[in-house]
């Protein structure tokens, strides 16, 4: 047993200046040695050179002797292959990368040496010898071996929040209302109940992740499930701890009359309204930050680990790209600007055009229906809808029929102009998307040839092109057949006619590392949490824990589902939701109606969808997070003035707690 004399002297330790100088700088020596060291004996084993690249071959005539190519043949040839050999190496640049072991150097340091200065750094190693202590025997067995690296998870995780709160409190330590209230937020986060209940699943959902993959799965689903799962559910819980917290944080204190104790006090309602605001969200802060390290470490560690089809990390047994690893370089590890194929509007490209087919179809309509009436206004526009959706699904269409069809991706010049390579994205349905079957199709792309593609029905494909494809207007050119070359020369028409959704057709390009995008999915989500942190107390301001918790939930889901609100009334408006042969349906007009609300409310909110686009490896602008971002910040004071009105308005005496 360790005695209370030798845990006084050891905190008497920690808290001297000599010890936590001779500390820190033992601590900086051994952190700048273990980085140089790991470098230098990592450098030589990791080859900067892609090993698979092309070279220029020339043509065979049929007799096998090479053709002699022309000088602008040769120019051209050794451009493309420029290009291409450039986009392997950005790919392969990852097995030289060390921002992953820098970073998790530089955050073990800052922690520790903030453990230092707060004078609780013995206190945090004994928890860790503990921890090993405790984890060392299980992980002596294989059964055991998980347990073991989950005790040493939690006891990482742990200390790491503690040290982030303890700053968190130094850093609120001003003196004022304000800070005090948010003060005693934080060190009531650590004894209510419900929020340390919360705290422990979250560190604990955490610590488990890594436990929940599968080895045999390719890599970019493994790195997928930890981006989703450790950005978006930890996301959930911190904002289910976030709401609930803010609520009892302000509930319990005026059913419990603690209150009267605060408001005695010279404290206006507005600065009791921001300290319980500040604190939650310091909170949510630490949280995320630990959160948001563990997960960032963690892809990193994934990334470096050998892809299906490897050999070892980056490598394959003919020296090639394996398709997993290109797929999780180029399309999740990335920050992919997205260029969706818009079809051309008539009613905007060629009003003309589109007016006479209208009256054509009105025609058609009018003489199959004498009911029919062409000049009323609100049918005219229903036959323009319906007329619309109809060239729009055809222009999607290709027909079991010889031709090809042109698709057209506009804004692609920041491609071309920076030589990055494109990823071309589609996927066609053709019939009911039998997995047993394929279908052949021909492509033709602009400077680039013909290619012949093999598709499963119902799942995405890719193909990287070179940024030659983009023409000076920054457009590119596919065109489709529903058609492939026999071994006759003739061409083969595919029985079935096939058909592309409407996110089937999308080009993209990286414009940076996914570290960037990363950090900015964390500050939206943290803007996201002080938003409903807000909520939460406004809530709390005129009622009780239990409908101010089922009002801030609402709201919350509210805002997280508007995306798949929007979503779902363009199904259910494929025909019109309140009328049913020019009777209005009371019940589908209610339904839509609030529908349209509250998606139009919670637009900004629900757009910037920062966990789905890093997990599909798309680009967070800093546009969009700013624009986003002062939404929400005007949304949180609004309610926020809204709250300090309605507590300033409160007769907190006379309230009883029912």
Avoid at 239 to 252: G, N, R
Avoid at 269 to 286: C, D, E, M, N, R
Wanted: charged share 15%; with cysteine.
């Amino acid at each position: 047993m360790i005695s209370a004399t030798f845990l006084t002297r050891c905190d008497i330790v920690q808290k001297s200046r000599l010890y936590k100088l001779i500390a820190s700088a033992i601590l900086i020596v051994a952190a700048v040695a273990g980085y140089f060291t790991y470098w230098a004996l990592t450098k030589d084993s990791i080859d900067t050179s892609t090993p698979w690249r092309l070279e220029m071959n020339p043509d065979l005539k049929a007799d096998g002797t090479p053709n002699a190519p022309t000088q602008e043949d040769l120019s051209n040839a050794r451009s493309e292959l420029e290009r291409f050999n450039r986009s392997l190496d950005r790919i392969m640049s990852g097995r030289a990368d060390y921002t992953s072991v820098a970073v998790a150097i530089g955050s073990a340091l800052l922690l520790s040496l903030a453990a230092i200065w707060l004078g609780i750094s013995l206190s945090l190693l004994m928890l860790l010898l503990g921890a090993g202590l405790v984890s060392a025997p299980l992980a002596a067995f294989e059964s055991t071996r998980d347990w073991s690296r989950l005790i040493v998870a939690l006891a990482v995780l742990g200390s790491s929040f503690t040290v982030l709160m303890r700053l968190l409190n130094l850093a609120l330590s001003s003196p004022g209302p304000v800070m005090a209230i948010a003060r005693n937020v934080l060190a009531e986060a650590t004894r209510l109940r419900l929020s340390v209940m919360f705290i422990v699943l979250i560190l604990f959902a955490l610590a488990t992740l890594p436990f929940l993959l599968d080895a045999e799965r390719p890599l970019r689903y493994r790195v997928q499930m930890v981006l989703q799962y450790g950005t978006g559910g930890i996301f959930w819980g911190v904002a289910l701890l976030v709401v609930l917290f803010s609520v009892a944080s302000v509930a319990t204190e005026q059913r419990g009359r603690v209150i009267w104790q605060t408001m005695t006090k010279p404290v206006a309602a507005w600065q009791y309204i921001l300290g319980k605001w500040i604190g939650v969200v310091s909170l949510a802060a630490a949280l995320l930050a630990v959160s948001g390290a563990g997960v960032f470490l963690f892809v990193e560690y994934l990334r470096s680990q050998p892809a299906q089809g490897e050999v070892g990390p980056f490598k394959t047994s003919d020296g090639s790209i394996s398709p997993d690893r290109q797929w999780l370089e180029t399309q999740i590890l990335a920050s992919r600007v997205l260029i969706p194929n818009t079809p051309q509007d008539l009613r905007v490209n060629d009003p003309a055009r589109f007016a006479q087919a209208v009256e054509s179809y009105m025609r058609d309509l009018a003489a199959a229906n004498s009911a029919f009436n062409p000049n009323d206004p609100a049918t005219r526009m229903e036959v323009e809808e319906s007329l619309a959706k109809a060239l729009e699904q055809q222009y999607r269409t290709l027909d079991s029929a010889p031709g090809m069809t042109e698709y057209v991706f506009e804004g692609l010049g920041p491609a071309r102009d920076a030589d990055l390579p494109i990823i071309f994205r589609y996927r066609l349905d053709v019939g009911s998307n039998r997995p047993d079957l394929t279908y052949k199709f021909t492509l033709l792309i602009q400077n680039y040839g013909m290619r012949v593609v093999e598709v499963p029905p119902g799942q995405y494909m890719t193909l990287a092109l070179p940024s030659l494809v983009v023409d000076p207007e920054g457009k590119v050119r596919i065109r489709f057949a529903n058609a492939f070359p026999a071994d006759d020369g003739q061409y083969m028409i595919n029985a079935e006619a096939a058909s592309f959704p409407k996110d089937g057709l999308s080009m993209s390009f990286s414009l940076g590392s996914w570290r960037l995008n990363f950090a900015r999915v964390i500050f939206v989500l943290w803007i996201k949490l002080a938003f409903l942190a807000m909520v939460g107390i406004f809530a709390a301001t005129f009622l009780s824990f239990a409908v101010a918790s089922m009002t801030a939930l609402g709201v919350f889901a509210a805002a997280e589902s508007a995306v798949f609100i929007r979503n779902a009334l363009e199904v259910f408006s494929e025909y019109d939701p309140s009328k049913t042969e020019n009777v209005v349906v009371l019940w589908r007009w209610v339904v839509v109606t609030i529908a349209r609300s509250v998606s139009s409310i919670f637009q900004v909110y629900a757009e910037l969808e920062p966990t789905e686009k890093l997990v599909e490896g798309l680009h967070l602008a800093w546009g969009s997070v700013t624009m986003g971002s002062a939404a929400i910040a005007l949304a949180t004071v609004i309610t926020f003035v809204l709250a300090s009105e309605i507590f300033r308005r409160r007769e907190l005496a006379m309230y009883s707690g029912s």
